[in-house]
Nanobody, 114 residues
């Protein structure tokens, strides 16, 4: 069964850190571009970071320098390391896989208090 499962979200104070993980199953993980998206209440879902199957990375301007995306193909896992969190980072964070189709995780809540 094809599945993406996120973990690592939670409540953190402004300036704090979190590391999100997404474990994929049922796909040839190394062939997929992987990404993290987020959606805050009342806003559209937006791309946060992406890492392609070849290791090319891009970030949203709002997180550049604070977040790091990485992948471990041996563990079928993509990570999002988040530092210097801000209240505006509060959102549900979704894992995404893309090869010839799109796969979405269920999301994990990140809440940053002021």
């Amino acid at each position: 069964q094809v599945q993406l499962v996120e973990s690592g979200g939670g409540l953190v104070q402004a300036g704090g850190s979190l590391r999100l993980s997404c474990v994929a199953s049922g796909i040839m993980f190394s062939l997929y571009d992987m990404g993290w998206y987020r959606q805050a209440p009342g806003k559209q879902r937006e791309l946060v970071a992406r890492i392609t199957s070849g290791g090319r990375i891009n970030y949203a301007d709002s997180v550049k320098g604070r977040f790091t995306i990485s992948r471990d193909n041996a563990k079928n896992t993509v990570y999002l390391q988040m530092y210097s969190l801000k209240p505006e980072d509060t959102a549900v964070y979704y894992c995404h896989a893309q090869f010839r189709s799109d796969i979405w995780g269920q999301g994990t809540q990140v809440t940053v208090s002021s």
